[in-house]
């Protein structure tokens, strides 16, 4: 990919003004860029320099100071990275993420036309579907930083502190023409659960709420929570954008297998397909690192992706807890394993579960035949 002239002068001049956060999101900006051109080398190389440690966040002549907890003395906010790894959706996500784009990006006209609403987007769903890397790609998309906010990491164990840190972050974003994003949002709602008063659970809750009520509509924010039931209904209602993010259809696993294991020969495509049906119930994060412990494996070892190994972590994996791709030797059982469930759960012919397996046709048919007696191939 070409890098833009206007792109170059950017960094540069940023870099010579030593305005470290101009530097930050232009890199981000050419790192979303290279994703989109499929150069995911490229854009995790770029966010590799973003993310090494020792450059403050600041602009020309000062640092920029992050709110903190007066506690510990810890920022209650985080600069965050332009993603490297792709978002996929499938059609009803895709097009409520792509209609609360829109409406952000052209919020001016909607005001003017006096139909505006805020723009504020509430993700929920069980972990591992995707939550924080959706609102990396929206903010990217957008074209504005990412400014996390952990709400379990701000309830502070001081009395009033937690109300505190609340206001201390929605005082800090509107100037910064950031998106917002408040992750763990239910983290509130455990309060009611630990030493906190109901009383100290209260005053947090307003102060969210207060929070969000001295936004101007145009101030991006998005919320996540794995538990939306334990919001407070005020704050939900202060999203008029909705998403759950479930777990990945048959359609949209394949997706994730293609571009994790980038696959994009017949074969693998194929490949992709019977894996999305044999993943059935994983989330993109399970699959996700089922993927990348096969890619190293095969990194190191100077092969091809070891499929049958691949396949054997992936029948062992539960949701939430993958298992990681290795290079042992398989064994009798492994492989007659392997063999029943594509052939019962893929209904792949005899052929391809032979390939797939790494043994013979005729041993196909024996590992098959000692199980269910007579199989058609």
Known sequence: MEISTKTLITLLQAAMSADYTQVRRTANGLSKQLLDTKDVDGARAVQAVVRKKGVPLQTSGYVETLPVDAGTRLPLLEEGVAPTTPV?????????????????????????????????LLIFGEPGTGKSLLASHIAAQLGRPLYVARLDAVISSRLGET?????????????????????????????RDDRHELGELKRVVNAVIQGLDTLTNDVIVIGATNHPHLLDP??????????????????????????????????????????????????????QNISLSARRRAVLDKAEINLPNL??????????SPSLADT??????????????????????????????????????RYLKGEDGEVDG
């Open 311 to 320: 396949l054997v972590a992936l029948l062992s994996s539960r949701r939430g």
């Open 234 to 287: 005020a704050i939900f209602r202060r999203f008029p954008y909705k998403l759950e993010l479930g777990l990945p259809s048959t359609a949209t696993r394949a997706e994730m297998w293609k571009a994790f294991l980038r696959l994009d020969s017949p074969e693998g495509i194929a490949d992709a397909e019977t894996l999305a049906i044999v993943s059935d119930g994983l989330t993109g994060a399970d699959i």
């Open 88 to 120: 996929i959706l499938d059609e009803a996500a895709g097009h409520v993420v792509g209609q609360f784009i829109e409406d952000a990006q052209n919020h001016d006209q909607l005001e003017q036309a006096g139909v505006d609403a805020p723009i504020r």
């Open 328 to 365: 042992r030797k398989l064994t009798t059982d492994d492989k007659k394993q392997l063999a029943l469930t594509l052939h019962d759960r893929a209904k792949l012919p005899v052929t391809e579960i032979a390939r797939m397996v790494g043994v013979s046709r005729q041993m196909a048919h």
């Open 163 to 191: 109300a505190k840190n609340v206001r201390g972050i929605f005082d800090f974003i509107p100037v910064r023409n950031a998106v917002l994003f408040l992750d763990e949002m239910d983290a509130i709602a455990k309060l």
